[in-house]
Every structure is written in C-alpha cells, then in structure tokens.
C-alpha cells in the first residue's frame, strides 16, 4: 500500500494535469495564425536585436540581413533543423539558438509569410 506522502503526490500531480493539460502534454497544436505569431514573437526576442523582422525597414545591425530577405539566400524551409539543433554561422557575434519542435514550426512559418521572394 503507498505511503500517505506518495498518494498526496499523486493527487497532486493527477490535479495538475487535469487542471492544465498541456503543461505535461505538451504544447497543443496552434493554428497557422496563432503560430505565425508565436514567431514573430521569438524572433523579436531572439532576432530583434539585430535582424529586421517585418516586410519593410532595416536591420539594426546593417550587416544582419533583413528576414524578408532570407530566400535570397537559402530555402527557409531548410531552417528547421539548424533551429532545433542550434544554427551555427560564419558571424562570430551570431548566437547559437535552439528551439522546441513546435516552436520551430513557428519560426519557420513566420518567416515564410513575411518573405519578399517565394522560392519555386
């Protein structure tokens, strides 16, 4: 039979995940524009500093490209995995970043919607 500290502490956690699901399961699934927004909000937090993140005005850092501009050089898409494992760049002043799974989701659809040349 369990000790009353362990059925207390499993009362406890079978209320948590009651009350708040998705702190143990996990984010849920976020529509299209409410992942867009999740994003633009990481990237304003993590890119902001430097990158341009709308479809008009420059970078901060002249020598950050703007992200509207990011199909110029790569296929957006493509960033998905450096996201999750940690963009590595030849700009030592870049950071290294990673991110959850549905974040980089986000991330990347952001940046699709917000690119002046889609790529064919």
């Known amino acids: 039979m ?3 500290r362990t059925r207390l502490l499993s009362a406890v956690v079978l209320a948590v995940a009651l009350a708040a699901p998705g ?3 996990g984010p849920r699934t976020l529509s ?3 992942s867009i927004a999740l994003g633009r909000s990481l990237a304003a937090r993590n890119c902001g500093m430097c990158h ?3 479809r008009t ?3 901060p ?3 950050a490209p703007p992200f509207r501009s990011l199909n110029d050089r790569f296929d957006v ?3 998905g995995e450096g996201l999750a494992t940690g963009i590595l760049t030849k700009h030592p002043a870049m950071p290294e970043f990673r991110f959850e799974p549905h974040e980089v989701v986000a991330i990347v659809r952001y940046l699709r919607s ?3 040349k889609q790529r064919t």
């Open 32 to 34: 299209e524009p409410e």
């Open 52 to 54: 341009a993140l709308d």
């Open 77 to 79: 898409e493509q960033l």
């Open 57 to 59: 005005g420059p970078s």
């Open 114 to 116: 917000v690119q002046d």
């Open 23 to 25: 702190v143990i399961a």
């Open 2 to 4: 369990p000790s009353p």
């Open 61 to 63: 850092n002249r020598q």
